[in-house]
């Protein structure tokens, strides 16, 4: 056979590959998006009428005003390639209701048309996510293919937080997988591209930028010192012509000090209102346990003005024992927590470790952050999901992450009648991950290590079951926390104590998010 029909013949190969790809995908989607469409009607949060007011003002006050409105308490303060989204959106909005875009009238307006219309916006912006994750998909073999757009396409914490909830993650997680997408092909000019319009679409995924700046010096500005500068400047001009279209307008009207406040409001506190479960949440609670045992002893501790669980947000209150946190500190513990990950970048810039070294940069964030959110964990698990079809390890990481990820968004969700909804999510993802690997591995072993499957469920290369004893302890222990908030608190303390069931799940969610970034940091240190 000559190389040029081999050829000819993989092109083939290649593209009804690609076109199977792409029709699984859809099927996926529509699964999806069937599912979304049902959950227009259920409860939405505050971040609905954020989002509405965006609509608003974007198109009813000129540029030089967007940061600086304050009709409402929901001020701007996404970058501005987000706030020109709003205005694109807006475009819409007000064909199909003209209130929705009125600054004053709109006001907590909860029509049937701006719910839908709204709802069926952030659908149509999960396209990008699609398109990220075929991407990074298109080359899997077919059995790894699908469950990649299982774990992502049908993440349960997405649908909980953009579809219900409301906001605009799967979009914005779809530009960064784009932005991946290429760096896995080499294309390390396009992925630095889409993640500066990642960074000016919302600048909380700057989180990665240390390391994206790494692995991009080391990689695409390589082969000798002339070459390796032009590539630099090539790089910089690509970036810098993003934040140019951006933030160059505001500059222009000088208003880029008004962006800066609205964007890094550090006077919110350290933590959200609901505690996200990383680090702080360990601090806080030691710092309480140390001044009840103190005040115990008889020394004299001086209560915070504010309290921690107050359920408002910026109202972090100061520690009673403990050193107060600022932001610069959270600023220098995640870069310190991020090193071995640039420092594996530096050494050995693989394109095939660029999404699981993001992925720890994110869960770095995540942990030590300022004024985390809960829903930032969406960034790392959703990565991890990609890893997680490399490798059986991998995916036993994975399939515990993900399940304390997305409990921890319970919360979120506290009306009665959502509560169905999010246990069905959660217990169909276990299951369906579950299956999933468990199918995949039964394809890999042979025949006498599928007698070990029957007999053990699903084993990585180690042997080991997917789930040890600690794992298995640790899962169980989330039903009783769950039992416990949602029926024997108020049966036991009644009215008492109402912070100590979000508590118990913004500590214990915790420990399984610090397993994570304790694991991902051994592998790397394992492979520097």
């Known amino acids: 056979m000559t190389k040029k029909k081999k050829s000819k013949e993989d092109t083939a190969v290649t593209a009804t590959s690609r076109v199977s790809a792409i029709k699984e995908l859809a099927w996926f989607a529509g699964v999806a998006t069937c599912i979304k469409l049902l959950l227009i009607p259920s409860y939405r949060s505050t971040d609905f009428e954020v989002h509405r007011n965006w609509l608003a003002l974007t198109s009813s006050l000129p540029l030089s005003r967007w940061y600086q409105d304050e009709t409402s308490p929901w001020t701007l303060d996404y970058p501005p390639l987000f706030a020109y989204f709003e205005r694109f959106l807006a475009v819409f909005a007000r064909l199909i209701d003209p209130v929705i875009t009125d600054l004053h009238l709109g006001l907590d307006y909860s029509s049937n048309s701006v719910v839908v219309f709204q709802r069926l916006t952030v659908m149509v912006s999960d396209v990008v996510l699609f398109y990220g994750v075929y991407r990074l998909s298109k080359n899997l073999e077919a059995s790894r293919r699908r469950i990649l757009f299982a774990l992502v396409v049908w993440s349960p914490a997405l649908i909980i937080v953009d579809h219900i909830h409301f906001q605009y993650n799967g979009f914005l997680i779809g530009v960064l997988l784009v932005s991946l997408s290429f760096l896995e092909e080499g294309r390390d000019l396009l992925g630095g591209y889409a993640f500066a319009v990642l960074l000016c679409l919302k600048h909380l995924f700057a989180v990665a930028a240390p390391?994206?700046?790494?692995?991009?010096?080391?990689?695409?500005?390589?082969?000798?010192?002339?070459?390796?500068?032009?590539?630099?400047?090539?790089?910089?001009?690509a970036v810098g012509s993003v934040f140019a279209v951006s933030f160059g307008p505001f500059l222009y009207y000088g208003e880029m000090e008004h962006v800066l406040q609205r964007m890094f409001p550090f006077g919110r506190g350290l933590c959200h209102a609901y505690w996200a479960p990383n680090f702080w949440v360990f601090y806080i609670m030691f710092d309480k346990a140390l001044a009840y045992m103190l005040g115990k002893l008889g020394f004299h501790i001086q209560t915070p003005a504010a309290s921690f669980t107050s359920g408002l947000v910026g109202d972090s209150s100061p520690f009673s024992i403990l050193p107060q946190v600022t932001p610069a500190i959270t600023f220098v513990?995640?870069?310190?927590?991020?090193?071995?990950?640039?420092?594996?970048?530096?050494?050995?810039?693989?394109?095939?470790?660029?999404?699981?070294?993001?992925?720890?940069?994110?869960?770095?964030?995540?942990?030590?952050?300022?004024?985390?959110?809960?829903?930032?964990?969406?960034?790392?698990?959703?990565l991890l999901a990609i890893v997680a079809t490399r490798s059986l390890e991998d995916a036993k990481h994975y399939f515990l992450i993900s399940i304390v990820s997305c409990y921890s968004m319970f919360p979120l969700l506290f009306e009665d009648k959502e509560y169905p909804i999010k246990v069905l999510l959660l217990v169909n993802h276990s299951l369906l991950v579950w299956s999933?690997?468990?199918?995949?591995?039964?394809?890999?072993?042979?025949?006498?290590?599928?007698?070990?499957?029957?007999?053990?469920?699903?084993?990585?290369?180690?042997?080991?079951?997917?789930?040890?004893?600690?794992?298995?302890i640790?899962?169980?222990?989330?039903?009783?926390?769950?039992?416990?908030?949602?029926?024997?608190?108020?049966?036991?303390?009644?009215?008492?104590?109402?912070?100590?069931?979000?508590?118990?799940?913004?500590?214990?969610?915790?420990?399984?998010?610090?397993y994570s970034w304790i694991w991902q940091l051994h592998w790397l240190m394992k492979n520097l």
């Open 211 to 237: 390391l994206y700046f790494v692995y991009l010096l080391k990689h695409y500005c390589r082969g000798g010192f002339w070459r390796g500068i032009w590539r630099f400047l090539v790089m910089g001009a």
């Open 333 to 382: 513990l995640v870069l310190l927590a991020i090193l071995p990950g640039l420092v594996k970048a530096w050494r050995d810039p693989q394109p095939r470790q660029i999404v699981r070294l993001v992925a720890y940069a994110y869960t770095c964030g995540f942990l030590f952050g300022w004024h985390v959110h809960e829903k930032a964990s969406l960034h790392f698990v959703t």
């Open 474 to 514: 640790y899962l169980l222990g989330i039903l009783c926390i769950e039992i416990w908030g949602q029926f024997l608190h108020q049966y036991i303390f009644g009215d008492k104590l109402p912070f100590l069931p979000l508590m118990l799940i913004s500590v214990y969610c915790a420990l399984g998010m610090l």
């Open 436 to 472: 999933s690997f468990s199918s995949l591995i039964s394809k890999s072993k042979s025949d006498k290590e599928r007698e070990k499957v029957k007999s053990r469920g699903l084993v990585d290369n180690t042997g080991k079951g997917l789930l040890g004893c600690v794992e298995i």
